[in-house]
DNA sequence: GCGACAG
DNA sequence: ATCTTGTCGC
């Protein structure tokens, strides 16, 4: 969309993050079990390249309803911290060729787990307005004590003596993931989302197509 | 001050 | 992110 006055530099995307931050709303209007849930995520190739991937799944019975792709050329490095500014270009061209609007995005990475407190699941649900969570794979801010090891068990992720996310076990005896909100849906809530979209696998099946996806949408 | 650091 | 063999377990 408008990547021309995409930001270039580290300081023009902190600048946006703190102008934008303010813009999260934490209200959870969302329905328990929401009829669709749109997970995302993007694949890269050793020349620049990444490809954009959005799948839409029937919440009850996870099968795939909808899905885009989009292909580009990065336009920002990578960076903690603004890890957004690289995946949201392509991330936001593939929304823009569903048909169904989405009840939910479920991103991987983090949202308010985040320095700032303004992670990807944040950044792309204030631009779309649309309820959004990230489930990250590994830890990137706060500390914790590791969560019982039964599925559904969780441990408080804290950040400067703030609740910032949820150490979640989604398999027994698996590592964790990272569960923080991200727009318009409180973390408790997203937890259980969460759960309901790994009744096999540590990754939310929404996850687990978006990242097929996208790796096919590469070659 | 130093190191670590989502994907 | 991506590069990769073998290996353990259902």
């Given at each position: 969309m408008h990547t021309e006055d995409w930001p270039s530099t580290i300081e023009e995307a902190l600048a946006t993050q703190e102008r934008l931050r303010?813009?999260?709303?934490?209200t959870d209007d969302l329905?328990?079990?929401?009829p669709t849930v749109t997970g995302l995520d993007v694949a890269y190739d050793d020349a620049g390249g990444i490809a954009a991937a959005v799948v839409t799944l029937?919440?009850?019975?996870?099968?795939?309803v909808e899905e885009r792709t989009h292909r580009a050329k990065a336009v920002f490095p990578y960076e903690p911290g603004l890890f957004a500014f690289r995946e949201l270009p392509p991330l936001l061209a593939a929304l823009d060729r569903l048909e169904r609007t989405p009840d939910i995005l479920v991103c991987d990475g983090h949202g308010l787990a985040h320095p700032r407190r303004f992670g990807l699941a944040c950044h792309l649900g204030v631009l779309t307005g649309l309820p959004a969570f990230g489930v990250g794979k590994t830890p990137f801010i706060g500390s914790h004590e590791p969560p019982p090891a039964s599925r559904g068990c969780s441990a408080p992720l804290v950040d400067a003596g703030e609740l910032v996310g949820a150490v979640l076990r989604?398999?027994?005896?698996v590592k964790p993931v990272y569960v923080s909100a991200g727009h318009r849906i409180g973390l408790a809530h997203a937890c259980r989302l969460t759960l309901a979209l790994t009744p096999r696998y540590r990754l939310p099946e929404t996850t687990r197509h978006a990242d097929r996806l996208s790796r096919a949408a590469l070659r």
């Open positions: 303010g813009r999260v709303d934490l329905p328990e079990l929401p029937e919440t009850a019975g996870l099968t795939v989604t398999q027994d005896g």
